[in-house]
């Protein structure tokens, strides 16, 4: 559990962050409680936890989609008070037009940037479907893709924009298993590529083994709290068979009672 500790190394910082929501203006639902982390510069951070306890939540107020009931988020030191394109965001659903090709998908960040010509809108769009093994697909339409390849084109369209942290919410969920291993190491070899600080959000103890350079994880019950940080220093890429992943899979199994 030896981490970095140098401020300046401080990407993304959680500090004391609560969330209550109000239903029907009176009934609180207490999703988040006293939530304090950090994510360090070019590093590769999964959060681990069960559905509903509120990893999406704290996600959407790190995109500054959500405002916290208390605490603060920063990013580079700045508080975080909206959401802006030095975030790129991944989630579970495609969120693709359906009426725009692969390449259209992908120009969308770009297209509100007033500072790029369209000619540097397409070289850096095709860069980035490049990056993520979409070459060859520019014109194709979201429904001409499969699962995996839907995914991609949002992970181009999230790097297109140059953020300064990738947060990615359960990006795989609804792949079949084989396409999901698949778009992990393709998330891996990315990641490697890039080393852009990353925040991913998962409930699959694998996924988080193969990808984190560290993992934190949450309770399963509400309000979500944050349990441990475990460092997987194990070399890249991952083997789910060597013992010392099952050792550190059993560990965080242990510790968690996961029961996914
Ligand atoms: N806007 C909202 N209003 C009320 N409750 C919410 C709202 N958003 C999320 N919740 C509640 O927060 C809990 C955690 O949700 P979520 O953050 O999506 O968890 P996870 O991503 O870990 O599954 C859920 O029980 C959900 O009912
Ligand atoms: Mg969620």
């Known amino acids: 559990m030896n981490t970095p500790t140098h401020a300046a190394n401080v ?18 639902v207490p999703v988040l409680r006293d939530v304090s ?51 790129g965001l991944v989630f579970q659903s495609y969120m693709l037009f359906p009426w725009k090709t692969v390449l259209g998908n992908v120009t969308v960040g770009l297209d509100m940037n007033p500072a790029l010509t369209p000619e ?10 490049d990056l993520v093994g979409l070459s060859g697909f520019e014109k194709y339409y979201p429904h001409q893709l499969s699962g995996g390849m839907k995914q991609r084109v949002g992970l181009a369209r999230a790097f297109s924009m140059q953020p ?16 999901r291993f698949f778009m992990e190491q393709e998330t891996e070899r990315i990641w490697l590529s890039q080393k852009r600080t990353t925040l991913f959000v998962t409930n699959n103890i694998d996924e988080a ?3 984190g350079d560290r993992i934190v994880t949450m309770e ?3 309000p979500g709290q944050v349990k441990a940080s475990y460092r997987v220093d194990l070399p890249r890429p ?23």
Do not use: H, Y
Request: glycine letters at 8%; a negative charge; hydrophobic letters at 40%.
């Open 164 to 179: 300064k942290v990738m947060l990615m919410d359960e990006p795989f969920g609804q792949l079949d298993a084989q396409t």
């Open 220 to 222: 399963g019950k509400l």
């Open 238 to 260: 991952r083997d789910p068979m060597d013992i010392r992943f099952l050792q550190l899979r059993q560990e965080i199994t242990d510790a968690q009672e996961l029961t996914l």
């Open 11 to 28: 990407k993304i910082a959680c500090d004391a962050v609560s969330m209550t929501f109000i239903q029907k203006g009176v009934q609180r």
């Open 37 to 87: 982390m950090e994510v360090f510069d070019q590093e590769f951070l999964v959060i681990l936890g069960p559905g509903q306890c509120g990893k999406t939540t704290l996600l959407r107020i790190i995109a500054g989609l959500e405002t916290p009931s208390s605490g603060e988020i920063r990013l580079d030191g700045a508080p975080i008070d909206g959401p802006g394109t030095d975030r």
């Open 209 to 211: 083994l193969l990808l």
């Open 120 to 129: 540097e809108r397409r070289v850096e769009a095709k860069r980035c479907i």
